[in-house]
């Protein structure tokens, strides 16, 4: 995902509900945030963003154009 207001990439789960501002961090919930709790605005990352970003090697599916 993307936090527009800070223009930066977060892991989401949509199970949990839980996000990480590094990817590394995934599995270790106490460095992640709770989602819901968050105040800022959110929309799905481009695979442009993931590339400007330089997130690509952890993308485990496909995006459609």
């Known amino acids: 995902m993307r936090d527009v207001s800070s223009d930066s990439l977060y892991l989401h789960c949509e199970e949990c509900e839980w996000g990480w501002r590094n990817p590394e961090e995934a599995n270790n919930v106490a460095s992640g ?32 154009a």
């Open 33 to 64: 945030f709770l989602t819901l709790d968050a105040d800022f605005e959110a929309e799905p990352a481009t695979k442009g963003d993931i590339d400007r970003y330089g997130w690509a090697a952890y993308v485990a599916g496909h995006f459609e």
